[in-house]
Nanobody, 122 residues
Framework: QVLLVESGGGLVQAGGSLRLSCVDS????????MAWFRQAPGKEREFVAG????????LYADSVKGRFTISGDNAKSTLYLQMNSLKPEDTAVYYC???????????????WGQGTQVTVSS
């Protein structure tokens, strides 16, 4: 059983930073393909960043490349998303997802967290 709980969201000014955390209580972190998605009001949920542990690779959406970093701590069963140089357009609810098939496709993930709100003011 995989239970994902996100934290770390909040209100930040443009140019600021936040680090999101996602604790995997099922302790399956490195056995999974995992990712962060986000959903802004009135928009589709979109891929932000993902990691394939066995392949050892990461992938980022073009809109966040160079600003966001996905990483994990297996000992803590925690996935992170370090977000720097935040922009107002990064405002959204951010979701952690696990056990994915196609990394960028939200339809292929079996488990989701409840989401954490990130608001970037201009």
């Amino acid at each position: 059983q995989v239970l994902l709980v996100e934290s770390g969201g909040g209100l930040v000014q443009a140019g600021g930073s936040l680090r999101l955390s996602c604790v995997d209580s099922g302790r399956t972190l490195t056995r999974n393909v995992m990712a962060w998605f986000r959903q802004a009001p009135g928009k589709e949920r979109e891929f932000v960043a993902g990691i394939r542990w066995r392949a050892g690779d990461t992938l980022y959406a073009d809109s966040v490349k160079g600003r966001f970093t996905i990483s994990g701590d297996n000992a803590k069963s925690t996935l992170y998303l370090q977000m720097n140089s935040l922009k107002p357009e990064d405002t959204a609810v951010y979701y952690c997802a696990a056990k994915g098939g196609v990394l960028i496709s939200k339809h292929t993930y079996d488990y989701w967290g409840q989401g954490t709100q990130v608001t970037v003011s201009s």
